[in-house]
């Protein structure tokens, strides 16, 4: 089930040597487990429990997530950049969907 | 009336300390952050310094609440920052997220939005790659909670 649309900020272009932004977001949720539905029993779990940042497929940055982390899961850090490629996000959801996001990166 | 045996007296001094205790949840969630923070450490004490803690003084709503941390480091392969737990101290439970980085991190520095139950403390602890931790406290004032009430 498609329910979490993941979006991307990350540069197109820098040198080598340079430390660049990115930000994240996805749209889920992240039902904690915690709350009750209008017949009194607990709403279950379901959360993105991870989410991994990769360039040129190694993985430079990943959050674990627990049910604390608010809904729309958003997430800024930063990658030295050694070469050009290509980021590959990915965000793991607890019932084993993922969503991906890809970005590409030249370096000048 | 006879004496009381030793193993007597204790059992009625233990009574009276269960009973006097005051706000449970708050003393199992202190609890569980110190005991989740030795987890990460493996028992060792983290030190003071070169964690900070952005995150505002007062959040208006507990649902979502900016928090940012950084740790000084060069994130060389020689010595960079590993992960950082980060916990909050008065939630239902205190763990929020553990940010892992690499030395192509280029800088430990993360942002995310956390859910915050109440008032508390949100506690960062560092690990490095020479095998110390470092920790951080900051508290929040949170007026409307975020819980789902």
Known sequence: MAKAKPR???????????IV???TLVSHIMETGLRKGKDGKIIPREIINKFTAKFNGKEFFSVDLEP???ANPYFQFNMRVEEPGEF???????????YTAKSKLKVT | MRELSRRQALAL???VVTISVVGIDTAFAAEDTKAMIDKFTGGKAPGEGGVTISAPEIAENGNTVPISISVDSDMTPDSYVKRV???????????VATFNFTPASGKAEASTRIRLAKTQNVVAVAEMSDGS????????KVTIGGCGG
């Open chain 1, 88 to 98: 590959e996000f990915v965000w793991n959801d607890d019932d084993g969907s993922t």
């Open chain 1, 68 to 70: 604390a982390v608010s």
């Open chain 2, 85 to 95: 737990l980060i916990l909050a101290d008065g939630n239902p439970r205190p763990g």
């Open chain 1, 21 to 23: 932004e990115i930000k």
């Open chain 2, 133 to 140: 931790f470092k920790q951080a406290m900051a508290q929040v």
């Open chain 1, 8 to 18: 991307v900020k990350a540069p197109k272009k820098a040198a080598k040597g340079d």
């Open chain 2, 13 to 15: 001094g233990a009574a």
